[in-house]
């Protein structure tokens, strides 16, 4: 089961490049701003390390409201999943 946590945007790899739109980007950092993040992003934890493959524009909105932390719904797994998700 996922438990949400709150992790340091430092600690967490991004292994795929993602392309995210400015727009929807901008509209994200107001709403955090006025409300706060209503949906976690979701984190793989492999082996204490944390790998993010979705939530792209949430995350590039923490990074430039300047945020340090950011709420995931952290999910333990193998390394063998974490493959799974680079093929």
Do not use: N, W
């Not at 509209?27 to 976690?40: D, N, R, T, Y």
């Not at 939530?55 to 390394?79: D, T």
């Amino acid at each position: 089961m996922a438990q949400i946590r709150e992790i340091p945007l430092a600690q967490i790899r991004r292994p795929l490049p993602r392309q995210t739109d400015p727009d929807k980007v901008r509209a994200l950092m107001a709403s955090i701003e006025a409300v706060g993040l209503q949906e976690p992003i979701e984190v793989l934890e492999v082996e204490g390390e944390y790998y993010g493959f979705s939530g792209c524009h949430r995350y590039e909105a923490f990074v430039r409201l300047g945020k340090e932390r950011i709420p995931c719904r952290v999910r333990k797994a193998p390394r063998a999943v974490l493959r799974l998700h680079l093929a």
